[in-house]
Each structure stands twice: as structure tokens, then as C-alpha cells.
């Protein structure tokens, strides 16, 4: 949660192995982070299909995407939260 372009930069610090200053995006200084490896990102906490182009655009397509909540709260039930959330990973991807 929070401002898109911070949580963009917050996850590029995830992703990227250097990052030049970009102020909107909250990087201050140019980062060079030498060995250390990615880290994949995990998105998880009551995140539903509505939020799929949200999800991809922050966090790119290698994402570990945990839906629970937003599953069983479905208002037709637990399988069509589960189909929800398939068909709207398809059309985005």
C-alpha cells in the first residue's frame, strides 16, 4: 500500500541488480548491489483478482501470487474466486 511510484521503487531495489537516482520513485542515491542475488517477490494478505494489473505491473511476472481471503471471499464461493483469479492472471499475461 502507499504511493504506486514508491512501491515501484521499493521493489526494484527487490529486482535489480543497480539502480540509478530516481527521486518519484523514492531512490535517492545510485545503488551498485555487486553479488547480492534478486529476491522473488511474494504478493500475499487479501489480494483479490481485481488487483491482478496491479500485482504484474509492480512486480513483473516471476511473482509468487498467494490469494487466500480474496479466494474464499469470493461471493459465488471458493472455485469461482479460485477461476477468478486464473482468468484474470490469463488476460494479463
Same mark, same amino acid.
Given at each position: 500500500e502507499g504511493d504506486p511510484l514508491m512501491i515501484k521503487g521499493f521493489y526494484n531495489t527487490l529486482l535489480k541488480t543497480h539502480l540509478? *537516482?530516481?527521486?518519484?520513485?523514492?531512490?535517492?542515491?545510485?545503488?551498485?548491489?555487486?553479488?547480492?542475488?534478486? *529476491?522473488t517477490p511474494v504478493a500475499s494478505g487479501g489480494i483479490h483478482c481485481g488487483q491482478m494489473h496491479q500485482l504484474l505491473d509492480y512486480l513483473g511476472e516471476d511473482v509468487v501470487l498467494q490469494f487466500g481471503g480474496g479466494t474464499i471471499g469470493h461471493p459465488d464461493g471458493i472455485q469461482a474466486g479460485a477461476t477468478a483469479n486464473r482468468v484474470a492472471l490469463e488476460a494479463m499475461v
Open positions: 540509478d *537516482v530516481n527521486l518519484p520513485q523514492g531512490l535517492f542515491f545510485e545503488q551498485d548491489w555487486a553479488a547480492l542475488r534478486k *529476491v
